[in-house]
T-cell receptor, first 116, second 113 residues
Framework: GDSVTQMEGPVTLSEEAFLTINCTYT??????LFWYVQYPGEGLQLLLK???ADDKGSNKGFEATYRKETTSFHLEKGSVQVSDSAVYFC???????????????WGLGTSLAVNP | DAGITQSPRHKVTETGTPVTLRCHQT?????MYWYRQDPGHGLRLIHY???????DKGEVSDGYSVSRSKTEDFLLTLESATSSQTSVYFC????????????FGPGTRLTVT
């Protein structure tokens, strides 16, 4: 079945460090891919997305590239800030785009803590 | 920000009582979802709706029912609350024809004592 695997957290970095959070998935066809972020005590927010192979999604300094050949969508940021401390979720689309089964596949999330 | 509200935001209830959570959207999106979030389990889909009066079960639907009598409202009912249903509940919406991204409400923290 469709699934997603994220690197386990917690990830702890110092401010201005480089961030990579790995994400690989198995899904039917070539789904859209998403990264969501959840700040403490809040709901999930869409961080970035990519809808086809080789697309690069970017937002707030974060980037991720849709790699069809490796079924991966790793999240990167060149210089993290304390305010980036949150839980990050990789979520490929699951199910058929032609039907009513329009769901996202959710992993467990990766907790990031950035220290000053 | 997508116009999604959830009510109540916090609730404490006793085991065995029925509870209804409400999700309201102002976006006129067709798809609506109820999730629960628990430590160690990530997000799990309870039920979803693909139109008025059209709903289907998710992966953890036992003990929950839903109703959608109009586009903007999606209700989640715990028939008889149990302590295992203590969780944070999120509503989400998405629209057909897009790339399937979902937009989330602020969540409801439910405690069953």
């Amino acid at each position: 079945g469709d699934s997603v695997t994220q690197m386990e957290g917690p990830v702890t970095l110092s401010e201005e460090a480089f961030l990579t959070i790995n994400c690989t998935y198995t899904a039917t066809g070539y789904p859209s891919l998403f990264w969501y972020v959840q700040y403490p005590g809040e709901g999930l927010q869409l961080l970035l997305k990519a809808t086809k192979a080789d697309d690069k999604g970017s937002n707030k300094g974060f980037e991720a590239t849709y790699r069809k050949e490796t079924t991966s969508f790793h999240l990167e940021k060149g210089s993290v800030q304390v305010s980036d401390s949150a839980v990050y979720f990789c979520a490929p689309g699951g199910g058929s785009l032609a039907g009513n089964n329009r769901k996202l596949i959710w992993g467990l999330g990766t907790s990031l803590a950035v220290n000053p | 920000d997508a116009g999604i509200t959830q009510s109540p935001r916090h609730k404490v209830t006793e085991t065995g009582t029925p509870v209804t959570l409400r999700c309201h959207q102002t976006e006129n999106h067709r798809y609506m979802y109820w999730y629960r979030q628990d430590p160690g389990h990530g997000l799990r889909l309870i039920h979803y709706s693909y139109g008025v009066k059209d709903t289907d079960k998710g992966e953890v639907s036992d003990g929950y029912s839903v109703s959608r009598s109009k586009t903007e409202d999606f209700l989640l009912t715990l028939e008889s609350a149990t302590s295992s249903q203590t969780s944070v509940y999120f509503c989400a919406i998405s629209r057909p024809g897009g790339s399937d991204e979902q937009y989330f409400g602020p969540g409801t923290r439910l405690t069953v004592t």
